[in-house]
């Protein structure tokens, strides 16, 4: 019988299409209830204790959230922790510099001495995770307005936190799950000193570029290296030089097996966030507002830096990390609009919307909870679709698209703290009876306003130290006049009006350029010069600092007169997704993505892009140099890759056929934030490490696409022959537990390195 559904299974996969995605990023906590059995049956080899164990080492052990932003995996017992390329983009463009360029030329660290130290670079490792959806529930009631309990959950999560850590270094943090139906606490371990280890050139970690970004196939070696570090004790701690590799729990064994069609493939990791129950009203204000405006910003914003970047090397160096994440999400958000309309995603929510109406209508209990559910969500976006477009161009334009304007707003709040406390000295000793208190007074007052300049001095070194002056003015000039065109003067800053309009006659240009001449915002020596010696009647005249703050204003303010329609929204959502879920008591849901830990598990497959098409499930080094152009930075070949290529020189990392894979691809569910997690095999062994999701399920993160929806992953063992021929840092892979077992002999459970085995 289990033969029959064995070879069942192989036929049904190896059709390509027929393989059914797996949608759902699954809690860990909740694996052996939930998923275990299917995923046993599809080749999971291990126990739900070996992927999940509060009391025993286990797979969790060797997952890492890095800095909050993206995933990594520990693939040795002396702290050794893969990651992706473009995690470990900004590390490394820290590094680089003209001389040496570790973008261009990438960096291997020969022995540990040679690793580098990241400021503020952190990861954490989850110890534990608890539902507390009782405790927090207990003190909300019907009644309460979604704020309110949001503040009643902020208010519990905390104290659960809190007495969950106490006396530890662990941090604790409580979640809200199924928008505002579920809590969970998460306690991680938490380590300061991360060191960069190694990186292939860009033209191996980014091959492809823009161009190929978001897109299969794929040929890029998107991996980099990082080393955990703690204190001698083994305990956290922050850099330094007699610190020691973490030992951990546990740490992947790497397969060098390869994949074949249809193979198991689960995913440990912390995506980012996913938006699977949103309305069919929120599909349609991406598609006409939020997105198209986004890209337009970003179109701009892109060719101005270009400008800049192309001219001169120290400048693309400098703003290289600022460039890549602009130009990721403003690809994005192109294929997520063009995936929305092919996908038919706004049909599809309006089928669930209809069905669900019918479903609460059909019973006066129903009706009596989530009968407003679909009002509520149909008034919310009603009453913010007037202002998403001037909304994006005051955010993306006028905020977050030159580097002044936050820096501006920043060093804003510290010195008019500093300001106020000085000039209410006169006042406060006024008041106070004694020579003693007056003394007092003052130099409290002093003490103060030092700690004040001090953290607007460490705020000036941080952003200028990633700072390009006339990048920032043109984007400035070219962003703000963009705002001014496309939105009317209400949606403005009236700085527009009354600064740039008449003082400069429109002129944005005219605007920028006379900021470099006296703006303290753009130069850092005469920032300096001024925290020197603040004045503020000059400080409180500086353009910038007028237009940034209004800017904020304006920002904060539009979130103040949306609160109601976030309300709205708000419980619409928590009503939708708790209705959806009493409606198919069968079906199995699962949260959205919030950056906790999740687990997704499915299978390698090729599959039709369109019709007519195929898409086989991996790539060779064939493609890498069928793609080669050496007039186009994102397809140039580095010489010792062409050399090894024409060698045939792949050592034990070649396929059975003699082939040196690159990428593959499984129906993995996953998202931003999961960059850089581990692909494991049914084993527990590591296969892949994952980087981005295929251009047809660009709408993914709104509705799992079953059939397109695809997880691209560099193979392991491109990884391992760039670290190893291309680098010649074989030391590395020498200190990771690699399995081959050959193709006759699977590894069975019991044979499942464990941490005796494999340290
Ligand atoms: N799209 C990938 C992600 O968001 C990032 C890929 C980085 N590569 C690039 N060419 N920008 O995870």
Redesign the pocket.
């Known amino acids: 019988m289990k033969k029959i559904l064995a070879i069942f299974l192989v036929g049904a996969l190896s059709l390509g299409t027929k393989v059914k995605a797996d949608e759902g990023m699954w809690l860990l906590s909740l694996i052996s209830q939930l998923n275990y059995a299917d995923m046993q049956a599809k080749g999971l080899k291990l126990t739900p204790e070996q992927l999940y164990s509060i009391n025993n080492a286990s797979m969790k052990d060797a997952i890492v959230s890095l800095g909050g932003f993206c995933t990594g995996e520990i693939i040795s017992g002396e702290g050794l922790m893969l990651t ?1 390329h ?1 995690c470990g983009f900004d590390a490394i463009r820290t590094h680089s510099t003209v001389e040496n360029d570790y973008l261009t030329d990438g960096f291997w660290a020969m022995n540990r001495a040679e690793e580098k130290s990241n400021d503020g670079l952190y990861v954490r490792i989850l110890l534990r995770m608890e539902d507390v959806t009782d405790k927090v529930m207990a003190e909300m009631t019907d009644e309460m307005s979604e704020t309110e309990r949001a503040s009643v959950a902020k208010k519990i999560g905390a104290a659960l936190a809190e007495e969950a850590t106490k006396g530890t270094k662990n941090k604790g943090l409580v979640k809200n799950f199924f928008h505002g139906n579920e809590y969970y606490l998460f306690i991680y371990e938490q380590f300061d000193d991360v060191r960069l280890v190694g990186a292939p050139p860009s033209s191996v970690g ?1 091959y ?3 161009t ?3 897109m299969w196939p794929r040929h ?1 070696g ?1 991996f980099s290296m990082f080393r955990i570090y703690t204190a001698p004790d083994g305990s956290s701690a922050a850099y330094a030089e007699e610190n020691i590799p973490l030992n951990p729990r546990h740490h992947l064994p790497v397969s060098i097996d390869g994949v074949k069609d249809g193979d198991f493939t689960m995913v440990f990791g912390f995506p980012g966030s996913t938006d699977r129950y949103l309305s069919s009203h929120g599909v349609q204000q991406a598609i006409d507002k939020y997105n198209p405006t986004t890209v337009e910003i970003r179109d701009l914003k892109l060719a101005t830096m270009r400008t800049y970047m192309e001219a001169d090397d120290a400048t693309r160096i400098l703003l290289a990390s600022n460039y ?1 994440q602009t ?2 999400y403003w690809k ?1 958000y192109i294929g997520q609009t063009e995936q929305l309309k092919n996908n038919g995603v706004y049909d599809k929510k309006k089928a669930i919307e209809d069905e669900f109406i019918s479903w609460v209508n059909a019973d006066a209990a129903r009706k009596a909870t989530y009968g407003e559910t679909l009002d509520l969500l149909a008034k919310g976006y009603a009453s913010t679709d007037p202002t998403v477009v001037s909304g994006r161009y005051l955010f993306e334009a006028g905020i977050i698209g030159p580097q002044s304007t936050v820096y501006a707003w920043r060093m804003d709040r510290i010195m008019g703290m500093y300001f106020e406390t000085k000039n209410g000295i006169k006042a406060a000793q006024k008041a106070a009876e004694t020579d003693e208190e007056k003394e007092k007074v003052a130099s409290d007052a002093a003490t103060k306003m030092e700690r004040l300049l001090g953290a607007a001095q460490a705020q000036t070194e941080e952003h200028f130290g990633e700072y390009h002056q006339a990048t920032d003015v043109a984007l400035i000039a070219n962003l703000w006049e963009m705002y001014y065109k496309n939105t009317s003067s209400e949606q403005q800053p009236s700085f527009f009006t009354n600064v740039i309009a008449k003082k400069y006659k429109g002129d944005f240009t005219a605007f920028a350029n006379g900021l470099v001449e006296k703006s303290i915002f753009v130069d850092k020596t005469r920032m300096m010069e001024f925290l020197a010696e603040p004045n503020e009647k000059a400080y409180s005249k500086e353009e910038l600092n007028v237009a940034s703050a209004e800017m904020l204003g304006m920002y904060f303010a539009s979130e103040e007169a949306n609160a109601e329609a976030g309300q709205n929204l708000d419980k619409g959502y928590r009503l939708l997704t708790a209705g959806l879920r009493e409606m198919n008591p069968d079906k199995k849901y699962a949260p959205d993505a919030n950056s906790t830990i999740r687990m997704t598990y499915g299978t390698v497959g090729s599959y039709y892009p369109k019709d007519g098409v195929f898409y086989d499930y991996y790539t060779t080094i064939e493609g890498i140099m069928q793609k080669e152009d050496p007039n186009n930075d994102e397809f140039v070949v580095p010489a010792k890759l062409k050399e090894l290529y024409m060698n045939k020189d792949y050592g034990q990392y070649a396929n059975t056929d003699g082939q040196m894979p690159v990428c593959f691809i499984s129906n993995n569910d996953i998202t ?1 934030g999961n ?1 850089g997690s581990p692909v494991i095999n049914g084993n527990g062994e590591l296969i892949g490490c994952a ?3 295929n251009w047809e399920a660009m709408s993914g993160d709104v509705f799992f696409e079953t059939k397109l929806q695809r997880t691209i992953s560099v193979d392991i063992r491109y990884v391992l022959f760039i670290i190893d021929k291309y680098a010649g840092a074989g030391h590395l892979v020498d200190e990771m537990t690699l399995v081959k077992t050959a193709s006759v002999k699977k590894a069975s459970v019991e044979e499942m390195p464990t941490e005796e085995a494999t340290n």
């Open positions: 992706n473009h980014k492809g570029g823009d190929d970004n978001w890029t998107d890549a130009a990721n994005y931003g960059s980087f981005d999701g």
